[in-house]
């Protein structure tokens, strides 16, 4: 039994004997060595993305697989300083983020423009670095759920990075603004050799239905993706789905929600947890783009919790891990740990695309 079984024990063979997905894995774009030369290459990337996006691909433990596993803290904006780093305060010094994705083994690490530009010049050579450019700050009151630019594409070209990130929080009344604003700074980092990753989050009260929180809902994160690929990310960060039905729950009585097909329940989803991934992977034109799915917050149970989240993402098809707070809020050791765990979920031969 591997390392990963024993991780995920009671759950190993519901995860690990997992065969009969709805939608084959024929149909799928598998993460491979050959990822950039048979995915992006016939895009088209310019020859400097192409590059930098390679950069991510060859760095760390996963160099070369077709998997990454990327570290990422924006979350003293997105969830203030205090709350984030109050469990190891030792990261309020941005050093510690980018010390920890090197010693983790990492394809990459993404934060924010301040965390970067502090310490560009000793780093942006030994990790690739992933410009976080939009967050949603917490100090307006009442907190409103709105990513604002913090960064320029420009300062992020200054600084080497290999690619940007954003989020985009589908289903909010700032949505509209999101998409354009995204989709023009995406433009601007293609044009200038730099990879994009889109974090496609929903964000809406009327998500919850019936005492249901279908924030989680693989139709409607699937639907985000697809938006999220349609806008040129080349990577889409998602929460990994924990239900189905999100559609038909928004369509009940009276109430009239976008569009669906019954089918997207029964004929290509299941309530596995590896279908319900699926699902999201195949908005992603198939997994065209590569799916990360999130870590997610730290709790009583981070490394059972990681590894089965890893386990998921790669029999779903996906393309790794992007797991930050399980990580940084612990000791270096035991972070570090962590995200070596998760990578060796994509190095396990035994655990295959279902």
């Given at each position: 039994?591997?390392?990963?079984?024993?991780?995920?024990?009671?759950?190993?063979?519901?995860?690990?004997?997992?065969?009969?997905?709805?939608?084959?894995?024929?149909?799928?774009?598998?993460?491979?060595?050959?990822?950039?030369?048979?995915?992006?290459?016939?895009?088209?990337?310019?020859?400097?993305?192409?590059?930098n996006l390679?950069?991510?691909?060859?760095?760390?433990?996963?160099?070369?697989?077709?998997?990454?596993?990327?570290?990422?803290?924006?979350?003293?904006?997105?969830?203030?300083?205090?709350?984030?780093?109050?469990?190891?305060?030792?990261?309020?010094?941005?050093?510690?983020?980018?010390?920890?994705?090197?010693?983790?083994?990492?394809?990459?690490?993404?934060?924010?423009?301040?965390?970067?530009?502090?310490?560009?010049?000793?780093?942006?050579?030994?990790?690739?670095?992933?410009?976080?450019?939009?967050?949603?700050?917490?100090?307006?009151?009442?907190?409103?759920?709105?990513?604002?630019?913090?960064?320029?594409?420009?300062?992020?070209?200054?600084?080497?990075?290999?690619?940007?990130?954003?989020?985009?929080?589908?289903?909010?009344?700032?949505?509209?603004?999101?998409?354009?604003?995204?989709?023009?700074?995406?433009?601007?980092?293609?044009?200038?050799?730099?990879?994009?990753?889109?974090?496609?989050?929903?964000?809406?009260?009327?998500?919850?239905?019936?005492?249901?929180?279908?924030?989680?809902?693989a139709d409607?994160?699937?639907?985000?993706?697809?938006?999220?690929?349609?806008?040129?990310?080349?990577?889409?960060?998602?929460?990994?789905?924990?239900?189905?039905?999100?559609?038909?729950?928004?369509?009940?009585?009276?109430?009239?929600?976008?569009?669906?097909d019954q089918?997207?329940?029964?004929?290509?989803?299941?309530?596995?947890?590896?279908?319900?991934?699926?699902?999201?992977?195949?908005?992603?034109?198939?997994?065209?783009?590569?799916?990360?799915?999130?870590?997610?917050?730290?709790?009583?149970?981070?490394?059972?919790?990681?590894?089965?989240?890893?386990?998921?993402?790669?029999?779903?098809?996906?393309?790794?891990?992007?797991?930050?707070?399980?990580?940084?809020?612990?000791?270096?050791?035991?972070?570090?740990?962590?995200?070596?765990?998760?990578?060796?979920?994509?190095?396990?031969?035994?655990?295959?695309?279902?």
């Open positions: 039994m591997s390392n990963t079984a024993e991780i995920l024990g009671d759950k190993a063979h519901y995860l690990l004997g997992f065969d009969s997905p709805k939608i084959s894995k024929e149909r799928l774009h598998i993460p491979s060595a050959d990822q950039v030369d048979r995915i992006y290459g016939p895009s088209n990337r310019n020859i400097r993305t192409l590059g390679q950069r991510i691909f060859g760095t760390g433990r996963l160099a070369n697989t077709g998997y990454m596993s990327i570290l990422p803290v924006d979350q003293g904006i997105e969830h203030s300083a205090g709350a984030s780093f109050a469990p190891n305060a030792d990261y309020f010094d941005p050093e510690g983020i980018i010390e920890l994705a090197i010693e983790g083994g990492c394809n990459a690490v993404a934060t924010t423009y301040g965390v970067l530009a502090s310490l560009a010049r000793k780093y942006s050579h030994k990790i690739p670095f992933v410009l976080k450019f939009n967050h949603n700050e917490l100090l307006t009151f009442p907190n409103t759920f709105e990513q604002i630019a913090f960064a320029s594409i420009e300062q992020a070209f200054d600084m080497g990075c290999a690619a940007v990130g954003a989020t985009i929080y589908f289903g909010s009344d700032d949505s509209n603004r999101q998409i354009v604003e995204v989709a023009q700074m995406f433009e601007k980092a293609h044009e200038l050799g730099m990879g994009t990753i889109l974090w496609c989050y929903l964000r809406n009260s009327a998500f919850k239905a019936d005492g249901t929180d279908h924030h989680a809902s409607l994160t699937g639907q985000a993706n697809h938006l999220g690929v349609t806008l040129g990310a080349d990577i889409i960060k998602q929460k990994l789905p924990v239900r189905n039905g999100g559609f038909a729950a928004l369509n009940m009585g009276d109430s009239s929600y976008g569009k669906f089918r997207i329940y029964t004929e290509y989803a299941s309530e596995h947890p590896i279908d319900l991934c699926r699902y999201q992977v195949a908005n992603c034109y198939m997994g065209r783009m590569g799916l990360i799915n999130s870590g997610g917050a730290s709790g009583s149970n981070d490394l059972q919790q990681a590894v089965e989240t890893a386990v998921v993402n790669k029999r779903a098809g996906g393309m790794g891990l992007i797991s930050g707070r399980k990580a940084f809020q612990k000791p270096r050791n035991e972070g570090v740990a962590l995200l070596n765990a998760i990578q060796d979920v994509y190095l396990d031969e035994s655990v295959t695309v279902a």
